[in-house]
């Protein structure tokens, strides 16, 4: 998955928290609607590892960490550069626009990155 796609179903996920986060506010004792879509993200991003029935800690502890490494990071950097944006306007008073304009901006910056 190209990097753009990541920040995409960031954002989208980030969005969907949002919204999660307003349906509990508004119905505090109702349910909220669940979203699958972290779950959907690491399925189709984390590879299956194969071990050996025998391997060691340290032999499993390495095929993990080298095998399911790489994805991690490109998630975890996806969410840092979202977040960031989002405290940059926070932490700058910026009362004009919300965080889900933010969301929006960044999503359709990645997608105007793809199409050039």
Do not use: K, Y
Not at 4 to 10: A, G, W
Not at 89 to 115: K, M, N, P, W, Y
């Amino acid at each position: 998955m190209e990097q753009r796609e990541i920040m995409q179903r960031v954002v989208g996920i980030l969005t969907e928290a949002l919204e999660m986060r307003r349906q509990a506010r508004e119905n505090r004792d109702g349910d909220v609607t669940q979203s699958e879509t972290v779950s959907a993200l690491l399925e189709e991003m984390l590879p299956r590892i194969e071990l050996r029935a025998d391997a060691s800690a340290h032999e499993v502890a390495t095929a993990v960490s080298e095998q399911l490494g790489p994805a991690i990071v490109q998630i975890a950097s996806a969410f840092a550069l979202a977040f960031v944006q989002l405290a940059e306007i926070h932490d700058g008073g910026r009362t004009d626009v919300s965080a889900a304009d933010v969301l929006q901006s960044i999503s359709l910056h990645f997608e105007t990155e793809a199409g050039q």
